[in-house]
């Protein structure tokens, strides 16, 4: 891929690793916009549950895909002039993400979309392929971690501001199902691994603060700069 001047920091990284807090915290570290890639497949598997279809349509998720047109606005994502993400953020959605992203078709018009975000004066997005497909180009490359049990006792605290009623088995078994789809050889390019040449780090014993300074180091060592 030809190599372009905006600078890129792409990061992958397993549910509830951190890695959306730190994209974002990234995104105003160094003035760049932000793109959650994620977002995108839960607002197209929103929309077609919306509309009345099944999340194994194909040809409705592709054709949803390539008329959507979210605005990113920090952690909101606009669309028609509503946030939606206090809606699409549920762990529902994520699973409805998770079913319909594997597609070939579907993540090809993603793709594209994703593509066109690199904007100046930089862009960081967050995803499970963002380093190993979509943006190969990025400047610097980092992928997030942590235990499973760690991942989930985070998850199982905002489900407890939500008053969601889910136990902290019932988040790990979830957990576990998602990294299990998430990283199966079967997804292709779209599966979820570290880039070879990336940034790997383990969040389980890290505050947000210490991960995000090891990430501005990584990223300043690979030559970005506000």
């Known amino acids: 891929m030809q190599e372009i001047s905006i600078p890129i920091i792409a990061i992958d990284g397993t549910s509830s690793s951190g890695k ?3 994209a974002y915290r990234l995104a105003q570290h160094f003035g ?4 959650n890639s994620g977002a995108l497949y839960r607002l197209i598997a929103y929309t077609i549950v919306q509309k009345g279809h099944d999340l194994h349509d194909v040809e409705k998720a592709i054709e949803i895909a390539k008329t959507i047109s979210p605005v990113f606005e920090g952690k909101k994502v606009i669309v028609e002039g509503q946030d939606i993400w206090p809606i699409i953020s549920s762990q529902e959605w994520g699973q409805g993400a998770s079913i319909i992203s594997p597609i070939p078709e579907l993540r090809e018009a993603v793709h594209l979309l994703q593509r066109r975000m690199i904007q100046h004066p930089g862009l960081v997005a967050e995803g499970r392929d963002m380093a190993t497909h979509v943006f190969t180009d990025a400047h610097a490359k980092l ?3 942590a235990h499973i049990e760690e991942r989930a006792r985070r998850r199982h605290k905002d489900e407890l501001e939500k008053q969601s009623g889910k136990s902290f088995e019932e988040i790990v078994e979830e957990l576990r199902i998602r990294d299990e789809r998430d990283k199966h050889p079967s997804r292709g390019n779209a599966q979820l691994r570290p880039a070879p040449d990336g940034y790997e780090l383990d969040t389980s014993d890290l505050d947000i603060d210490g991960v995000l300074e090891k990430c501005i180091l ?3 060592e690979k030559g970005v700069e506000k």
């Open 20 to 22: 959306g807090t730190i």
């Open 32 to 35: 760049f916009n932000y793109l």
């Open 143 to 145: 992928y997030l971690d």
């Open 218 to 220: 990584w990223c300043k």
